[in-house]
């Protein structure tokens, strides 16, 4: 064991330092989205603005993450982890004190890159914090709960705040935490020091990636303002493929590349990724779209459905947090993944057939407790699974590089089905509002059912024990493995 890597108890005080920063990072995607009419009315934003408040963070957020994972890897991930903390955390007090609209979208970049910074070194710190299984499985299912859970967590905490306090609170909330925090960190988190910046100083290509992804997050969170078939969407959208085959072939050829392209030659990797990327687009936009069928469809007010949600985020807590580390241990990750895969196709499935005139209790519960129980199951083994060929000097890339996959899937994931739910309700006339609207819900849940099949075919064909690539050294050990500091 090294000299700087916490033993004993203080790898779980590290665990939850690590588990609050990503927590407050997960809640402010989701606790604006409450606070917006407030904010509109304060600030005086115009309707064509005020998506930005959400967009200014999304944008440095899912354009910085594969950059900042790589920034880890090269100047250590505990210095990367606590600037980004610094940058989120005074951004919060800038955005919770904004007094006009550019004041606080300019707090809300800085939020999302201060995000990005201490988000995508975090899961690799994690995995290198607990090498033995079944504490890895532990901890996995505890930092999965974090991230799943924290969406439903933060649409209560806003209508909370908002309602008892002001808008103003959803922000400055983050400062205690982020004190507290970022005091304990200094002291309990690993003091690696990185492979040095010169190993992978690629600057034109971190340029090309960046611009690249954040061109490709701005195309996708505008287009429904635009239309997929717009010269906007096509236009921009273009221009971030150009821009991202630019950053491979300078990647291939540079001598120090950001990321090294070696990384992919993983099966394991490589599959997780994909297999992440087709769950995410999928639940993404469920999470979007059952909350419109309770409020368009039953009638549910906004206090009703936040609180409607709830058992899904109990059933990935009480199954992440106690169920998934047993089952991992003993019948291993790759067999919980399929399980959880199984679970959310059936849950989506069953959705497809909600009817118009339904109610929450039978027929909404069933389906997203089962998807809350599936995704609680899959989500901390496919993590295991995503990480658990990554050299040790590549974990804060892959940990990277496993973030961006899930920021731009589900990015694009919801605007699909959304305007795939959309068009189809337009398309029906001469039938009732509640039946064109489900009617819409059914496609794109369908839809969402195809994806999460073909995750399961994914994962299946990728990620089977033994078929996986693994780099072994002359012990069959992975070089992860190897690499970890055995405590």
Known sequence: MSLDQP????????????????????????????????????????????????????????????????LGDLAGRRRVFLAGMVVFTLASLLAGL?????????????????????????????VRLFPEPAERAKALGTFSFVQAAGGSIGSIAGGVLTQALSWHWIFLINLPIGLVAGAVAVRVLENDRGLGLRAGADWLGAALVTAALMLGVYTIVEVESHGWASAHTLGFGALSLVLLAAFGVRQARTRDPLLPLRIFASRG???????????????????FLVVLYMRQVLGLSAQATGLAMVPIAGSIAVVSLVVSPRLSTRFGDYKVLLAGLA??????????????????????????????????????????????DAAAEDTGLASGLFNTTQQVAGALGLSVLAVLAATRTESLTGVRPEEALTSGYHLAFWVGTGLVAAAFAAAALMLRPGVAARRTGESGATVADRALPQL
């Open 7 to 70: 033993a004993g108890r203080s790898r779980w005080l590290a665990l939850a330092v690590l588990s609050a920063q990503t927590l407050m990072i997960v809640l402010d995607q989701t606790i604006v989205n409450v606070a917006l009419p407030a904010i509109r009315d304060d600030l005086g934003f115009t309707p064509s603005n005020l998506s930005w408040v959400i967009n200014a963070y999304l944008i440095p957020f899912g354009g910085l993450l594969l950059l900042a994972g790589r």
């Open 98 to 126: 904004a007094w006009n609209p550019e004041t606080l979208m300019a707090a809300r970049f800085l939020q999302g890159a201060g995000g990005a910074a201490s988000t995508a070194v975090a899961l690799g710190m994690v």
């Open 269 to 287: 990797l490589s599959g997780a990724n994909l297999t992440m990327a087709l769950l995410v687009s999928a639940m993404f936009g469920f999470q």
């Open 343 to 388: 679970l959310i196709g059936a849950g989506l499935a069953w959705l497809a057939r909600v009817p118009a005139d339904g109610g929450y209790a039978t027929d909404v519960l069933g389906p997203t407790v089962a998807m809350g129980v599936g995704f609680g199951l899959a989500m901390p083994a496919l993590m295991g699974l995503g990480m658990r």
